[in-house]
């Protein structure tokens, strides 16, 4: 992710879908499995679907399925592949986060993380790959690591290390930046699900956004040294 994205609020352009190895897929009809796919995964679970469901709603026969595929799992793999990908470009690089904390305020910088989130699952297709990721984690493993490596751990990571570094350049207290990341992150966690919830029932999701501005604001109120 650029700092132009990160700092202007600009939309999120999803990447084009890449195959298990993260190489771009530039077969229509694979990519028209993939699609499908995610809409039938997404609505009754991976299990409960079908080789002959996917293929009717695609309209090829089940033969040529396997033409692009070699088999149902390595579907969800490449969704579970995409998934990833898209969540990686939620939090900007290390290599740009100095120069970010030092353009941007670090309550807005925290601000914007949540913009960007809301940004990525409002597309649609990001919104029914992480539906996938629910309904399948007390199934597949595969789902269960990435939502305790990427989503959890890996955030809790990226946090501690912003405030670690926002730590050394005197705009927050000396205190243990693992203990500040936890006390932060976790309601942020509890917060993201009920959106995600709320959008998936087609729900007004403005309180809550507004409970999440509040809890950036009083953490910063608490912590920050201005």
């Not at 120069?99 to 670090?106: C, H, R, S, V």
């Not at 269960?144 to 730590?167: C, G, H």
Request: hydrophobic share 40%; net charge negative; charged share 25%.
């Amino acid at each position: 992710m650029n700092t132009e994205v990160y700092d202007m609020n600009l939309p999120l352009t999803p990447h084009t879908f890449v195959d298990i190895h993260n190489n771009p897929m530039k077969n229509t009809t694979k990519i028209s499995i993939l699609h499908t796919c995610i809409e039938l995964f997404s609505n009754a679970g991976y299990s409960a679907v079908s080789i002959r469901e996917i293929t009717r709603n695609v309209g090829i026969k089940e033969s040529s399925l396997y033409n692009h595929f070699r088999t149902k799992d390595e579907i969800i793999e490449t969704i579970y592949t995409n998934y990833r990908l898209e969540f990686s470009r939620i939090l900007p690089s290390m290599e740009i986060l100095d120069e970010l904390l030092t353009k941007m305020e670090p309550e807005a910088f925290m601000q914007q993380g949540f913009t960007l989130f809301k940004m990525s699952y409002n597309n649609p297709t990001i919104e029914k790959m992480w539906r996938i990721v629910q309904i399948e984690q007390f199934r597949d493993v595969r789902a269960r690591n990435i939502y305790l490596d990427d989503i959890s751990n890996n955030t809790l990571l990226f946090v501690e290390q912003v405030f670690q570094k926002l730590i050394h350049m005197g705009k927050m207290k000396p205190l243990d930046p693992a203990d500040l990341a936890a006390v932060y992150q976790y309601p942020v966690f509890a917060m993201m699900i009920e959106y995600q919830i709320l959008k998936c029932d087609h729900k007004d999701t403005s309180l809550l956004e507004k409970r999440m501005n509040n809890h950036i604001h009083r953490f910063f109120q608490n912590y920050s040294t201005s």
